[in-house]
């Protein structure tokens, strides 16, 4: 729970990718390494920072205000989605999202934080037709111009989603409902956008890749080989952190072993 706001992390799908730690995070030293084990242990296998990366890919439900359902990111997708090539196997958010008692029908918004092929995945369903047809999709619209040449990801995303009136696309920061509010973070892409769900006292911030890793929480400095932009990410990640520091929010990530984790 955040305040009113009932918070679920689901993992689409989890394991090792082939990368390793090091080629992942070059710029990293080697106390930046142990700092980032100490915290988040099993993101290493056992071959350690030179061995692959291990890592889930989550979505989290937010339930809130007036029982609206949002979903912020939606993992891997189905064995036919662009993900499907390199992620740890196919995806079981459907499954997930039926456990926890939600028809995809009820679901009202999807805030995408970017269009990366792993946080994507089950904007189409395995029928091939979008899976939450009575959702907004929330999307920077810097993001949407930004992938204008990539076919695979604009097939399976922005191309349904518009010819089905399901596509929003926002212009900088937006308030989607009463605590829910999105901020653009740019750097890991263009377009890249973060989640704030404040009720209360309390504050949680749904980073998307903001961070990917414990590497880039104990040193917000160290870029990601993937990043777009490594000195707008810092620079995001170094903002949002002292934000979150100033609002006492804890962080729910895409990518860590733990969904929910405080700043060090
Ligand atoms: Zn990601």
Redesign the pocket.
């Known amino acids: 729970m955040v305040g009113s706001f009932a918070v679920h992390a689901l993992v689409d799908a989890a394991g090792p990718i082939d990368t390793t730690n090091r080629e992942a995070f070059p710029g990293a030293s080697e106390d930046d390494w142990a700092a980032a084990r100490a915290l988040d242990p099993m993101a290493f296998g056992p071959d350690g920072v030179d061995g692959a990366w291990v890592l889930p ?1 989550r979505a989290f439900v937010v339930i809130g205000p007036d029982d609206h359902v949002t979903i912020v ?1 939606l993992g891997v997708g189905s064995s036919a989605s662009p993900a499907a090539a390199w992620a740890p196997g196919p995806g079981e958010l459907p499954e997930k999202l039926t456990a926890l008692g939600i028809g995809a029908s009820e679901v009202g918004t999807v805030v995408l934080t ?1 269009l ?1 092929e ?2 994507v995945g089950w904007v189409l369903g395995r029928a091939g037709l979008p899976m939450f047809g009575n959702a907004e999709h929330v999307i920077q619209a810097a993001e949407v111009a930004a992938v204008a040449d990539e076919r695979a990801i604009v097939e399976a995303t922005v191309d349904p989603l518009r010819s089905f009136g399901l596509l929003r696309q926002v212009d900088g920061p937006v308030s989607l409902r009463p605590g829910i509010d999105l901020e653009p973070t740019p750097g ?1 892409t263009v377009g890249h956008q973060s989640v704030w769900l404040t009720s209360g006292s309390e504050t949680l911030l749904l980073t ?2 903001l961070l ?1 890793h414990a590497v880039q929480l104990v040193a917000p400095s160290v870029a990601y080989a993937a990043e777009d932009d490594p000195v707008a990410a810092t620079a995001s990640r170094e903002r949002m952190y002292a934000e979150a520091r100033r609002r006492g929010a804890s962080l729910a990530t ?2 860590l072993t733990e969904a929910f984790v405080a700043l060090p």
């Open positions: 890919f990111d970017h990366h792993d946080h890991h998307g890749d990917v895409a990518h």
